[in-house]
């Protein structure tokens, strides 16, 4: 059986696709350097010792960017490259949560999801959270963590 790092690329890649959607973040060593200048929280896991359980991408980021991301104006990766380093930031991109599948429904996403969060407005005023929604529970999730932290939630629509 593959370990919990082989079984996590799949889920990954069975839900996103990446390979085949240039529209969105890929997880390039350029990309990951690049959320990493972001906030040291944008990748966020919770692992045991067969490897990664949860993955969770999110990306504090600009007003203006949300609004023309969720206008369909940019796509995620320009969402990514247009995002500054070294400012302060008003909204949070929650671009995925990855769990697997005996892990799920135990409030680890969650979890994981509200600390980094809390991290990130340790340093930025934070007022809204956003989401390109490609699965209920991912959408579920969202609502829920909005819903603790007294944050309007903004969709973007198709997926």
Known sequence: MPGSFERMIKLVNEV?????????????????????????????????????????????????????????????????????????????????????????????AKKITMDAIKKIMDDNPIRALFLWPFSKEGEELSRSVAEELNLPLYLRPGH
């Open 16 to 108: 996103f696709d990446t390979k085949h959607d240039p529209d969105q973040i890929s997880m390039t060593e350029a990309e990951r350097t690049h959320l990493q200048q972001i906030h040291p929280v944008t990748m966020s896991e919770y692992a045991d010792d067969d490897g990664p359980i949860v993955w969770i991408l999110m990306m504090p980021t600009l007003n203006e960017l949300m609004v023309r991301f969720l206008n369909k104006e940019i796509s995620e990766r320009q969402l990514l490259a247009e995002t500054p380093v070294g400012v302060k930031y008003d909204t949070i991109y929650l671009c995925s949560a990855s769990v697997l599948p005996e892990y799920r429904r135990k409030g680890l």
